[in-house]
């Protein structure tokens, strides 16, 4: 089978070397290609002078970089590392196992199993992005995912060649789980050793912003696998504030027989319709998304997966 090894990259002159060399000696007859997306210092030189097939992406953003890479390269099996030397090439054939042996269409290599992450990451804030977003998803998709945020994957053909990357940053791993998860696609986690960055290495994620991001992912695409779900909730929502505002003019209307809050008595009506709609949305929006997870499930079966 034909392996290709992605490995975004931006501004990592001072491990993309060390990277490439070893993935080259833990799989030999694989293609290694980094995505240099805009570096400013030597990182395709580096991982060129490496043996790595350099492809330059111009639009910035990891997930940006994703995207073109796996439109730009043929493979039967997809491997995605960092290129920051966090992950360790050592355990790409027990990733890559389940997903060669028709197990699963993603495997995910686990940093928190062993206990590595939470060892040697040395952003606080960044353990308690990924502990949160990790729980988020298993409650909403109601799974049991240990490491939602992992950089370092193996993907068959078929996984990625269905799969869609609608937004350019660090939401790329979030997204690709959430993809698998909405579209029935079957997910391993292999436990891995984790190290962290280098002292002279810098993280280019950012904490908040990019956290806001993948928080604002989960909720999006929750909203368009599970609308009933959502809009429901909505729609109970707005219920419960109408009920709020509009049961003490019921009550003071059965007590004098008047209405004297006119503005509370039309607010709350509105909001009760607007309940109505959101709900009626729900359900419109369901059959949807029902009609087409079976177009995509029979487009699978159709095409075959390879």
Known sequence: MKIAVLVPCYNEERT??????????????????????????????????????????????????????FREVEADLYVMVDGDDTYPAADVNRLIEPVRAGRADMAVGD?????????????????????????????????????????Y?????????????????????????LHALEKRFSVAEIPIEYRDRPPDSYSKLRTFGDGFR???????VYKDAKPL????????????????????VVIEFMHTGLVLKFPRAILACGLAVISSLLLICG????????????????????????
């Open 16 to 69: 993309i070397a060390k990277v490439v060399a070893e993935f080259r000696r833990e799989l030999p007859d694989a293609v290694i290609y980094v995505g240099d997306n805009n570096s400013t210092d030597q990182t395709a030189r580096a991982a060129a002078e490496a043996g790595a097939t350099v492809i330059p992406v111009y639009r910035q953003g990891k997930g940006a970089v994703a995207r073109a890479l």
């Open 214 to 220: 993948v928080l604002r992912e989960i909720l999006w």
């Open 283 to 306: 359900f419109i929006l369901d059959t949807i998304v029902k009609l087409h997870r079976e177009n995509y499930e029979l487009h699978l079966n159709r095409h075959g997966r390879d």
């Open 229 to 248: 779900v959502f809009f429901t909730a909505m729609s109970a929502l707005f219920l419960a504030v109408a009920l709020a505002i509009g049961v003490p």
């Open 111 to 151: 940093r928190r199993a062993a206990g590595g992450y939470r060892k040697h990451n040395q952003r606080p804030f960044h353990s308690f992005g990924n502990a949160l977003v990790t729980r988020s998803i298993n409650l909403l998709f109601r799974c049991r995912l240990n490491d939602i945020m992992s950089g």
């Open 153 to 177: 994957r193996c993907c068959s053909r078929t996984f990625i060649r269905n799969l869609t990357i609608p937004s350019d940053g660090f939401e790329l791993e979030t997204g690709m789980t």
